[in-house]
């Protein structure tokens, strides 16, 4: 099903963020725009225009042969222009507030002269039919930002295929000056690990009595924080929030020392009242010169680029893999279901399989 914000709109970012048609009649009015050229599309993204911004991530998104050839040297102009951001991970389970965190906070960080870029990777979004930012009236103030762009997650794709598009959308942030890129993701596993892989801070928000159960079962996730923040620290929740804090606190000094020194800060905040949101604006920045200074920042993004180009190269060569024995596959696959075969002799079956196929292309030619 295509949802409203698929839509190649230049009104998704003039309302910051693009409402759905019942809610936006001029959606319905919309007329099919012309593409604009690759160089409108640089000269707009070198501008700030956040409308050819828009037009560029679609762009980027699109899995059409003839848009990934364009966005491949689109990628490749800006490229120059890009790294200038800290870009932070935010994660913590459905209902933590997340979504609430990430609008006050980004106004605040609008208010202290930041861009703001809100991107959002939520691969479960296709299957349940919809997306954590699908509900988008959540971020009402920060989208009427102009210094604000949200975006959330390319639809219908594989992790892997998010993940790609995620990592190039952040770098077509950063060309067009945003200077603080907040990645949301839902926290279920698989996606953390990808959104931990191109970020430089990763924040975990956990909500106080959540249990110790399940608490054990994040020690992976808080393994990967560089800082958490008890979410909704107001009210009767107060008192709970601080014990949680202390908690985890404890919790974390069970973990071994980081190798960078860094000792990973438990904060409250809460997104109603205010109360904690320019302490965690303080922590980014402390823990962005304590990254800067020890080098640690670039060396970083050195080895997310190198990881991203293994990860690249493993899943275009299965892509070409299944396309080169998709028949052979299925049959393969059929005897190692009836117990007929072992799974390591059917895949090495395949490769043989594959291996003769390229053999046979070369000679060919
Ligand atoms: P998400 O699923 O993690 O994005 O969570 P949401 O941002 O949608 O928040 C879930 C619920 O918690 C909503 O009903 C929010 O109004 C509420 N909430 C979020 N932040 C706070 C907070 O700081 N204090 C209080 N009291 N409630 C909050």
Known sequence: ???????????????????????????????PQPKPTQDQLIDGIKNGDRVLLSRAITLVESRKEEDRFIA?????????????SLRIGI?????VGKSTFIEAFGVKLVEAGHKVAVLAVDPTSERSGGSILGDKTRMEALSRETN?????????????????????????????????????TVGVGQSEVM?????DMFLFLALA????????????????????????????????????????????????????????PVKLSSA????????????????????TESRRLQQNRKKQALYWMAQ??????????????????????????????????????LIQMYEKQLREESHNK
């Open 72 to 84: 491949h040297q689109l990628m490749n102009s800006i490229l120059p222009l890009t790294g200038n």
């Open 195 to 199: 959104v931990h892989s191109m970020v």
């Open 272 to 291: 109603i009242t205010g109360d904690g949101l320019d302490e965690v604006m303080t922590l980014i920045e402390a823990y962005k010169a304590h990254q």
């Open 312 to 349: 690249s190269i493993d899943e275009k060569l299965k892509q070409h893999f299944e396309l080169v024995v998709k028949d052979q596959q299925a049959e393969v696959a059929n005897l190692v279901e009836a117990g007929d075969l072992n799974p390591f002799d059917a895949a090495d079956r």
């Open 91 to 95: 994660t913590g389970v459905p209902g």
């Open 209 to 264: 009595g959540a249990g110790d159960e399940l608490q054990g079962m994040k020690r992976g996730i808080m393994e990967m924080a560089d800082a958490i923040v008890i979410t909704k620290a107001d009210g009767d929740n107060m008192n709970r929030a601080k014990l949680a804090a202390a908690d985890m606190s404890r919790a974390l000094n069970l973990f071994p020392k980081r190798s960078d020194g860094w000792q990973v």
């Open 1 to 31: 099903m295509k949802r409203p914000f698929d839509n190649d709109s230049s009104l998704e970012v003039k309302a910051g963020v693009e409402l759905p048609p019942s809610i936006n009649p001029n959606l319905r009015r919309r007329q």
């Open 148 to 184: 604000a762009y949200i975006r959330p997650t390319p639809s219908g794709a594989t992790l892997g295929g998010v993940a790609r598009r995620t990592r190039e959308t952040i770098l077509l942030v950063e060309a067009a000056g945003f200077d603080r890129v907040l990645i949301e």
